[in-house]
Every structure is written in C-alpha cells, then in structure tokens.
C-alpha cells in the first residue's frame, strides 16, 4: 500500500466520522445543551490542543490559532491565514529557547452570524465542516510567511489541527467561550490552567477587522471600548490577540481612515499595545474569496468575477473543488 493510498484512505475515515458526528452535535448546540456552546467536530490526534506526545518544554501561554469563517467553501487564501507564521514582533526573549509558533490551530465555524445566515443554495453546516476536514489535511506541522507552497497530494496530518463549533456570534462572545473550553480540556489532559493557559490568536481578513470595530455590534462606545480592551489584555483579560491579513479592498468595505472616529482612536490604542499585528498575504491569494467562487459557480461560469485567467477551481484545493463537483453545491441546478 502506498503512501498517497494511505493517506486517501486516512482522510475518507475522518470525512466518514464527521460526517456521522456531525448532526448530532450540531443539534444539540442549537438547542443550547452543549456547555459551554462549543463543541469539537475533528482533532489530528486525541491530545489536541496539546502536542501529541508529552514534552518537558518549560511552562507558558498556550499559543492557539483560531480561523473562524463561515467556510462557504474554505479558500486557498483561508489556508494562506492558517498557515502564516506568527508574528516575529511578537517574539520574546523566552523564546530564544521555546518556539515562536503558534502551539495548536482551530478551525472555528459559527452557525450562528450576526450578519449572515443559510440561504438557498449555500453548503449545509455539515458539507461546510467536511469541507473543512479536506483542508485541515493541508496545513503543515511547520508554518511559514509568504505564498502557500505548490499543491501536491495531501499528507496524512502531523500539524496539531481541530475543527469545532460555536453558536456564539461575536468574537468577545467566542473568546469566552472557547477560554472556558480549552481550560477544561486541558484539566481533563492533566495540564491545569496553574500550569499552561490559552493565548487565542484570531486570523481576521480586513473586512471582518472592520466588523470587530464597528459601533453598530455593541451596545455604546464605552461598551465597545470596555469589551475589545478586555479581548485584548493579558491575563486576567481575555489574552487574546489578532492578525488581520492585508486584502484587496471592496468598495463596500470601508477603510479604517472612515471609520468612527471612536472605531478609529480605539483600534490606534490598542495597536500600540502590540496585541494587533497585520501580515502581508501573496498578492493573488488576497483576491480570493468564497463569494467569488459562489457566484462564478451559480451563473454556470467557468471563470472567477468574470476574470476569464482564473477559474474557481484555482481559489480552492484540488480536494475542495472534487467535493464541490461531487455535491453539486453553489450550482443554480
């Protein structure tokens, strides 16, 4: 038996487990019995969040990656962000001795958005958490800064990966939530918050940034104020922190210099606590989106935004794009 035969075979068996897990879990989070409400749909090895072994590194912050996205369907640019390294400005001298990366990766789908929800023709939650498994296959033990490498077969999973659910719409909301999550599992591990405690990094693109900033999501500005610089501090704050991908803009999407202007002087504040860093995504990865690869696939083109040089099926992983055909998703038929 071949490796690739292996490997196929290893990413059926998750596809098939997820697909029977799923129903069930998303069900009873809808109904509220998960507590907390997150719930994990997929982990590469029974540890997670945790290396798979156990290692006698000396004790810090957990580091956790979270891209949360509606995966409608997950994009080669939402791969970019799960596999860029963490900031090297957020390095410290522990770390001379201790690895910069981040120590685990999540991959977080919100069933419930405050500014999106199913419609006619979109994947169901659970052709989205499948999707989702395809690419958790993609991401590497090692990460790295610049363009995602060439695409090969997938390799059975080393990095240390989850996938997981949440009905929590907002990010505070989320932070919380999966804070009180991962304490526990770790305790359940024999590793106690007195011992390692959760670091989460949000990978945002510039359009959800903007929502994080936006008065319209919070009750007043002093209350925006108070709930983002608590997301932002480190313990006994949130010890949460962002890296916000540069992209191509939308025209819908305002840039920060017409923000509010308490949008605007908060987002300087907080950026001066070193706690928001931006990365630099390749140019062409930045243009890449799930709408595009909706809409192309809804008015029967082969072409993306009518950019006749690129098709749909270059915005997503060979695997993604044989799951889209396969299921028929996003086709007007």
Request: with cysteine; aromatic share 6%; charged share 25%.
């Amino acid at each position: 038996m071949t490796e690739t035969m292996t490997t196929q075979e290893h990413i059926r068996g998750a596809l098939l487990a997820v697909r029977r897990a799923a129903p069930e879990i998303l069900a009873r989070l809808q109904r509220g019995l998960s507590q907390p409400p997150l719930e994990l749909i997929y982990t590469s090895h029974p540890r997670w969040p945790l290396p798979p072994l156990p290692s006698n590194n000396a004790t810090r912050d957990l580091r956790v990656s979270i891209l949360d996205s509606s995966f409608n369907p997950p994009t080669k640019a939402h791969l970019a962000l799960a596999c860029y390294s963490r900031p090297a400005e957020w390095a410290s001298s522990e770390d001379q001795k201790i690895s910069e990366e981040y120590d685990a990766n999540l991959l977080l789908l919100s069933v419930k958005n405050v500014d999106k929800s199913l419609k006619a023709g979109d994947a169901t939650y659970v052709q989205r958490l499948e999707m989702m498994t395809l690419l958790a296959h993609r991401i590497p033990s090692v990460t790295f800064d610049g363009p995602i490498p060439e695409e090969a077969e997938p390799k059975p999973v080393t990095s240390n990966v989850a996938i997981a659910v949440t009905d929590q719409p907002t990010f505070v909301g989320k932070s919380s939530v999966l804070s009180q999550f991962l304490t526990e599992r770790l305790s359940t591990l024999g590793e106690g918050p007195e011992t390692s405690r959760p670091e989460l990094t949000f990978l945002l693109g510039l359009d959800t940034l903007e929502r994080l900033f936006s008065l319209r999501y919070y009750p007043s500005d002093s209350a925006m104020a108070c709930s983002l610089r608590k997301f932002l501090s480190p313990y006994p704050g949130d010890n949460c922190r962002i890296v916000s991908a540069n992209r191509v803009f939308i025209s819908s999407i305002p840039s920060p210099e017409d923000w509010a202007i308490e949008s605007r002087s908060l987002r300087e504040d907080l950026e001066k606590s070193g706690r928001i860093a931006t990365i630099n995504l390749d140019q062409q990865l930045s243009t890449y989106s799930s709408s595009a690869v909706r809409e192309s696939l809804a008015k029967g083109d082969l072409s993306s935004s009518g950019n006749e040089s690129l098709i749909w099926k270059d915005l997503v992983t060979s695997e993604v794009a044989r799951y889209i055909q396969e299921h028929r998703l996003y086709t007007s038929q």
